[in-house]
């Protein structure tokens, strides 16, 4: 494991921690986890649904076919 110094109460931590474990100060490391892909697949699902949802409203009302 790989371990830093934490900035607030310099004892030794999780080099991946964000959280210091011992003061629970953030620690600034950015994680390379999938926040913004997860953050963009979201917007992506939602303008999906809200176009479908206009579609469904369009032929609803008659407007297509
Ligand atoms: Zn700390």
């Known amino acids: 494991m ?3 110094t934490c ?3 310099g004892r030794q ?3 991946s921690a964000r959280i210091c474990p011992q003061c629970g100060a953030l620690t600034g490391v ?5 926040d913004k892909p997860v953050a963009e697949m979201s917007s ?3 303008a999906v ?8 409203l ?8």
């Open 2 to 4: 790989l371990f830093s």
């Open 7 to 9: 900035p607030t109460c």
């Open 13 to 15: 931590i999780d080099r």
């Open 30 to 34: 950015r994680t390379p986890s999938n």
């Open 44 to 46: 992506f699902i939602a």
């Open 49 to 56: 649904v809200v176009g479908l949802i206009a579609l469904v």
């Open 58 to 65: 369009a032929i609803w009302a008659g407007l297509l076919p």
